[in-house]
C-alpha cells in the first residue's frame, strides 16, 4: 500500500445492479468489491456500456444496487443492498460531485457558486466566504472570484466546479467524465487539480474517464468491462 494513503474511507462489498427478468435480464454491475483511502486518485476506465456509470451513482446513493453494501468510513450507509441511513444526508455530507460539464449556476459569481455549496447546509456566511476563497485560491481562482461562469474558460470552470465539490471536506469526490468537453493540456491540468486536491484534503477521488493520456496521474486504475471489475497498475 502507498504509504501517503489514510484510513479506507469507502468499503464497497459484493455490489451489483441487475435490470429485468428471464429474458429481459440485464446484469450492468456484477458483484464488486473494493475500498478506496484517504488522499486517494483511482480512475474507473472502461468502454461505453460496461458498467461505470452504473457504479458511479450506486456509490453516489442515486441508484440503489439490487445487492451489496456501503461503508463510509465506519458507518454502513447500504447494508444487502438496503440503506440503513437517511442518504439525501449522507450524500450532503460524504460526497462530492464533479460532472462532465460544471454545472455552474450561471448569474452567480465563482466564490458565490463555492460558497453556497457551504450556506445551504447551514454554514454561516462568513465561514463560507472565508473557506470558498482559500480553497479557489489554492486552485488558483484568487483572481477570478467575482467573475461569472460566462466569464470563465472551460478550465477555469471546471476548477470552480472542483471547489464546489470539495469545498464541505468531504470523504468521497465522484467525477463522471471531468475532462471530456477539455483539451488534453486543460483536461490533464484539472486530473492535476485532483490529484493535488486528494493529496491536501484526504479525499478519496474516483474518476471514470476515457481519457488514458491522464492515467500516470493517478494512484490505481479499476478497469470495468461487462459489469465486472479488475484492477490494475496504471500505465
Known amino acids: 500500500m502507498n504509504e501517503r494513503l489514510g484510513k479506507v474511507v469507502l468499503r464497497a462489498t459484493n455490489l451489483s445492479k441487475v ?18 483511502r484517504a488522499g486517494e486518485v483511482a480512475a474507473i476506465v472502461g468502454p461505453s456500456g460496461s458498467g461505470k456509470s452504473t457504479l458511479l451513482t450506486i456509490i453516489g446513493l442515486i441508484n440503489p444496487p439490487t445487492t ?15 440503506a440503513v441511513v437517511n442518504l439525501a ?3 450532503r455530507q460524504q460526497l462530492g460531485y464533479v460532472f462532465q460539464r460544471s454545472n455552474l449556476i450561471p448569474f452567480l459569481s465563482a466564490e458565490a457558486n463555492v460558497r453556497l455549496a457551504l450556506e445551504i447546509d447551514g454554514v454561516s456566511s462568513r465561514e463560507a466566504r472565508t473557506r470558498a476563497r482559500e480553497l479557489l485560491d489554492s486552485l488558483g481562482m484568487g483572481k477570478r472570484l467575482a467573475a461569472l461562469p460566462g466569464k470563465l474558460s472551460g478550465g ?23 475532462t471530456a468537453a477539455l483539451d488534453s493540456g486543460r483536461g490533464r491540468q484539472v486530473m492535476e487539480l485532483f490529484r493535488d486536491s486528494a493529496h491536501a484534503h484526504g479525499a478519496a477521488v474516483l474518476v471514470v474517464t476515457h481519457d488514458h493520456r491522464t492515467l500516470d496521474l493517478v494512484d490505481r486504475v479499476l478497469e470495468m468491462e461487462d459489469g465486472v471489475l479488475h484492477e490494475k497498475q496504471p500505465a
Open 19 to 36: 435490470y429485468g427478468e428471464g429474458a429481459m435480464r440485464v446484469d450492468a454491475l456484477r458483484p464488486t468489491s473494493f475500498e478506496a
Open 68 to 82: 451489496g453494501s456501503l461503508v463510509f468510513g465506519d458507518r454502513p450507509v447500504i447494508t444487502d443492498g438496503r
Open 89 to 91: 444526508t449522507m450524500r
Open 156 to 178: 477555469e470552470q471546471q476548477r470552480v466546479a472542483i471547489a464546489r465539490a470539495m469545498v464541505h471536506q468531504p470523504s468521497v469526490v465522484l467525477a463522471d467524465e471531468p
